[in-house]
Nanobody, 127 residues
Framework: QVQLVESGGGLVQAGGSLRLSCAVS????????MGWFRQAPGKERDFVAA????????YFADSVKGRFSLTRDNAKNTVYLQMNSLKPEDTAVYYC????????????????????WGQGTQVTVSS
């Protein structure tokens, strides 16, 4: 059974930082690209960032580029989203996801590219 468990969310003031973690089990983690999405109340789930299965490539939404970074530890089956210079508009539930096909060279950046999802963790940024 595939499980993705996010942690690290919380309440932070604008300008602050948070690090989200996503622990994965039940699939060959080191073979899959990983992504993060977020969903604010009343809005669609939007792409935030993705990292390739090897960790060599990352891609970020324009809204977070330069503020967020993404790394993975294949020995711990965990991916990390470091969020700096947080803004109130970053407030959302953040979801991690594993892409559908192992060892793909092209990063998935859309919902349909990911086949396994976590339950989400709330991030609230106060002004």
């Amino acid at each position: 059974q595939v499980q993705l468990v996010e942690s690290g969310g919380g309440l932070v003031q604008a300008g602050g930082s948070l690090r989200l973690s996503c622990a994965v089990s039940g699939l060959p983690f080191s073979s899959h690209g990983m992504g993060w999405f977020r969903q604010a109340p009343g809005k669609e789930r939007d792409f935030v960032a993705a990292i390739s299965w090897s960790g060599d490539n990352t891609y970020f939404a324009d809204s977070v580029k330069g503020r967020f970074s993404l790394t993975r530890d294949n020995a711990k089956n965990t991916v990390y989203l470091q969020m700096n210079s947080l803004k109130p508009e970053d407030t959302a539930v953040y979801y991690c996801a594993a892409d559908r096909w192992p060892h793909t060279d092209v990063l998935a950046t859309t919902l349909r590219g990911f086949g396994s999802w976590g339950q989400g963790t709330q991030v609230t940024v106060s002004s």
